[in-house]
């Protein structure tokens, strides 16, 4: 099983460009491309959050446009960016979004790894929070597959980063999600987006883990003072692979480099 994690795409109606430098529409169009052409095509495609940067019909709207060139089933969360109701009805053939009303939580258990996605958002905030509806939720979920390797997904990570201005809108609820997690062998990842940037750490009996954006990235300074700031490295994207026993992740980038170039000539290394 190959699920490929896209996640904070930002994307801006009107040719408006994020924070009036980021070309968010045109970068996701290049990600789906480089998607597209992945010489093992993932089975499923993820996107963990801020999916559109205002919430608006219109942003959603040309975010199917832009998503709707992969083949592959495709499984939304929410971030501090999207709006419930104009993401739920933009996709209304994505039936799965409804199963845990007001929030979008859901369960896939199509795949060799079953699939939890956790609704982190807080209205109003660029902060995230699990409350006790939640957590009771993915509990009870977790409960009903105690034997299935297991991906929980949400926007923000459980975990402190150390770049100051993010996590001054971390996650409110990381020790009752600690909580539910050890509880739950099963839970081999964490995957989770809003820091733009690949980030891993332990968490919980498991491994919590952050995705890159095909857009902006946030600019990495480990400060508690760190300035609110993003920077255009290489934009990028992960693939989490299941080889049977195990969750292998590879982070990707969106732009081909130059190359492949063969290691060896005549069977012997170049020099
Ligand atoms: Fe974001």
């Keep these: 099983m190959l ?13 408006q460009l994020a924070y009036g430098v980021v070309d968010t529409v045109s970068m996701l169009e290049r990600c789906v491309q480089r998607i597209r052409t992945l010489p093992q095509q993932p089975d499923a495609v993820i996107a963990t959050g801020d999916l559109v940067d205002l919430g ?3 942003e959603y709207g040309l975010l199917r446009e832009l998503l709707a060139p992969l083949s592959q089933p495709l499984y939304l969360l929410p971030g501090n960016h999207d709006e419930r109701a104009a993401l739920r009805a933009s996709f209304p053939d994505h039936h799965y ?3 845990c009303d007001p929030f979008i939580q859901w369960s896939v258990d199509d795949y060799p790894v079953r699939i939890i996605g956790i609704d982190t958002v807080l209205p109003g905030s660029g902060a995230g929070q699990l409350c006790q509806q939640r957590l009771s939720w993915l509990d009870q979920t977790l409960s009903a597959a105690p034997d299935r390797p297991t991906i929980v997904a949400m926007h ?3 975990f402190v980063t150390g770049i100051g201005h993010m996590d001054k809108i971390g996650l409110d609820g ?4 600690a909580k539910v997690l050890t509880r ?4 081999e990842r964490v995957i989770a987006g809003h820091l733009h940037r690949s980030i891993t750490a332990r968490f919980a009996g498991t491994v919590a883990s952050v995705c890159p ?3 902006h990235q946030v600019a990495l300074d480990l400060s508690i003072d760190a300035a609110d700031q993003f920077v255009m490295e290489p934009p990028g994207f992960q693939l989490h692979w299941w080889s049977g026993s195990q969750l292998v992740t590879h982070t990707a980038c969106v732009d081909l480099a130059e190359g492949p170039f063969p290691f060896r000539e005549n069977g012997k290394l170049i020099d």
């Design 97 to 99: 979004l409804n199963q």
């Design 213 to 215: 954006s095909p857009a």
């Design 184 to 187: 739950h062998a099963q839970v």
């Design 156 to 158: 923000h990570p459980p």
């Design 56 to 58: 608006t019909a219109a």
């Design 174 to 177: 990381i020790d009752g999600l």
């Design 3 to 15: 699920l490929c994690q896209i996640s904070d795409l930002h994307i801006k109606a009107n040719g």
